[in-house]
Structures are given as structure tokens and as C-alpha cells.
């Protein structure tokens, strides 16, 4: 069937809107009429080939939408159903089946490789294939994503929202909650201030942490990270960060989140940390030179990566939309709407922080 979609075709090229045809659902797949997507870093990472997606490809991975059809062996949504779309797995690697979805042992093909679970693509146009990315390529009106994809939600909720819950928002917020898992009272400091550090300062405040330090260099953002849930805030552009830290705890935090990216901004989240302490890295990021004895193996303290806040989609999602609908997670206050023809205004926007989640609507639900 015929599509519209913003396709790449070029390295940091511009987006090509144009008319692309997708195939149909195979027996464990579903389409899904792409309501809206969340523009993430993740995107424009690829469209700069940080990390190297095959091209062409249309981007796109944080789509909301509601189910046009289902394969045949699909049993988990049908026509009608309000869905979030998120990473891509196997389901059957060592990984997947103990619960860490996240850490499939295929993630890294499944999501920036260009193909589905089977190898094959689903988008074309004259005879040429696109990638697909995430499983979904959602920067397009409508997409085919493996069953694992595809996450039921509340219909009561706008679904224009409710994309980014499926990487961003998830990330943060996971990587807190289930990973993390902080003990109420204990303290924690959250580096990067954007959607994802903000989601985790919101899930920080739902687990009760007593102080919750966000850092970053937009006062803006600080203003919000209170709103949300910060008790201190640092901007490390006019302080020593990692002193501040420790005059606001006495001894450093005991979990840190590093959602910059930034080999500097890491160092200090690792250095802010007290004895025992743990920081959790979610940012992609370049190398990293550390003593390992001073900063880290003499002081006890442990660095682990996480991806996508370790999170199973189909049960964490729909956490986050009842905390969202009780107002304990109020994600909304990150938002702007754009339409999808301004998705090269979304994405500047996005880089230069003007908006924190810009999410582009494709049509209504």
C-alpha cells in the first residue's frame, strides 16, 4: 500500500517527503496508521551516521498509532487498538528470555541494521528498499512492526503523547526504576536535564529518593527539573559541579544517572558519587579516561550501562501512562506538537534545546 514518509537518503542530508509503498504484515507482524512520533537524539544520531544505519532509511522510533491489520499468528492487539511502538528484539536469545529484552544479543541489527526480525525489508519505492529502523520507521503514516513491538495502551489518554514512552521516556524513568531501583531516602543526582534526565528525576520523586540533584547548563531546564521533582539543581557552567554535589549530600550521591553523552559530564557523575555508589550511563558516549584506582575500584563504586531503562515495553509502558494518568508523571510539561512537514523544525529545535520532546503528528487519531 501506498504511504507518505521522510525519507534519508543522504548522510545529515534533509528529509524527503514523498509517496513510498510498504508491504503487507507477515503472520507475526501488525500495521499501524502512525498517529505521531517523538523526535529523539537517537534519530539524529543516525541521520548523522554517529551510529551507521543503512541508507536509504526513514527514521523514526517513537511511534503512537492505532492498529489497521494483524497477521495471522498475532494475538496481543487487533484492529482498532491504541498502540506505542517500541524497540526491536528476538525473543529468544538468552537475554530476551530472562527479562532484559533491552540487552538482546541481536539488538544492535535489529534496530540499526535496516531490516525486520526475518532479514527483509517492508518500505520501497521504484524497486528500492528502504531500511527500517527500530522495527517501525515511524517518521512515515504508517508503519509494519513485529508483534514484540507493538504495546496495548489505554485508549483514554491522547495518543498524539504517548510515542516518546516507547525510547525517551522509557529510558529515564527505567533506568531508575528498574534498574537502579534506589531505596527511598537515598540520594541521587541526574546529569543532562532533557527529556530522558527529566524522566528520571520524575521517577526518582515516585520512588521517594530525599534528594534528587538535576545538573545542567539551561537554567531553563533546571526550572522545569525543579517542577518535576529536582530538590537541587546545579548549573555546571558556573559552578564546580562535583564540589556542589557533595556540599549538598556531605559525601557524594548514591546513584548517579549521565544522560549527556558528554566524556567530562561522565567523569564528574562518576567523581560525585560517594563510597559504594553506582552510576548508571545512558548517554552514547566517546571514550572515557579514568583512574581506575582512585576514582573508581579504590572508592567501591560501580559504572553500568543501560539501554532502554532495561525495560519489558509491553508491562513498564503502561506503568508510566497510570502514573501519567494519577499525575505522578506529568511527561506532558516536555512536550511540543509539530505537524509532520515540520520535522526538519522539530529536529533544530530538538538540538538546540528550544523544545526538550518535539513529537510530529501525522494525522488524528
Excluded: W
Excluded at 246 to 251: A, L, M, Q, S
Amino acid at each position: 500500500m501506498e504511504m507518505k514518509a521522510a525519507s534519508l537518503y543522504e548522510p545529515k542530508g534533509d528529509f524527503v517527503f514523498e509517496n513510498v509503498e510498504i508491504r503487507e504484515p507477515k503472520s507475526n507482524e501488525v500495521l499501524i496508521k502512525i498517529v505521531a512520533s517523538g523526535v529523539c537524539h537517537t534519530d539524529a544520531v543516525a541521520r548523522e551516521q554517529f551510529v551507521p544505519v543503512p541508507l536509504p532509511v526513514v527514521l523514526g522510533h517513537e511511534g503512537s498509532g492505532i492498529v489497521e491489520k494483524v497477521g495471522a499468528d498475532v494475538t496481543t492487539v487487533k484492529p482498532g487498538d491504541h498502540v506505542v511502538l517500541s524497540f526491536s528484539s528476538c525473543g529468544h536469545c538468552e537475554n530476551c528470555l530472562t527479562g532484559h529484552p533491552s540487552a538482546c544479543e541481536q539488538l544492535n541489527d535489529l534496530n540499526f541494521g535496516g531490516v525486520m526480525n526475518d532479514g527483509t525489508k517492508r518500505i520501497h519505492k521504484h524497486g528500492e528498499e528502504f531500511s527500517t529502523f527500530f522495527g517501525q520507521s515511524s517518521f512515515a503514516t504508517y508503519a509494519v512492526s513485529n508483534e514484540r513491538n507493538v504495546v496495548k495502551i489505554d485508549e483514554d489518554v491522547d495518543l498524539r503523547l504517548l510515542g516518546p514512552l516507547g525510547c525517551g521516556i522509557q529510558t529515564g524513568s527505567g533506568t531508575v526504576l528498574n534498574k537502579l531501583k534506589p531505596e527511598f531516602g537515598s540520594t541521587i543526582a541526574i546529569y543532562g536535564a532533557g527529556a530522558v534526565g527529566l524522566s528520571a528525576i520524575m521517577a526518582a520523586k515516585i520512588v521517594g529518593c530525599s534528594k534528587i540533584i538535576a545538573v545542567d547548563v539551561h537554567d531553563s531546564r533546571l526550572e522545569l527539573a525543579k517542577e518535576l521533582g529536582a530538590t537541587h539543581v546545579i548549573n555546571g557552567a558556573k559552578v564546580d559541579t562535583v564540589e556542589e554535589v557533595r556540599r549538598i549530600t556531605g559525601k557524594g550521591t548514591h546513584y548517579a544517572v549521565d544522560t549527556a553523552g558528554v566524556p567530562a559530564v561522565t567523569r564528574q557523575a562518576l567523581n560525585g558519587l560517594k563510597s559504594m555508589g553506582t552510576l548508571a550511563i545512558v548517554g552514547a558516549t566517546g571514550d572515557l579516561t579514568v583512574n581506575v584506582q582512585t576514582e573508581l575500584m579504590g572508592e567501591v563504586k560501580s559504572i553500568i550501562g543501560v539501554v532502554e531503562g532495561d525495560a519489558i515495553p509491553q508491562t513498564f509502558i503502561p506503568k508510566l501512562v497510570q502514573y501519567y494518568k494519577e499525575g505522578q508523571f506529568p511527561f506532558d510539561k516536555l512536550v511540543k506538537f509539530y505537524d509532520f512537514e515540520e520535522l526538519e523544525t522539530a529536529f533544530e529545535d530538538s538540538k538546540s534545546g528550544a523544545t526538550i520532546k518535539p513529537i510530529v503528528v501525522m494525522q488524528e487519531a
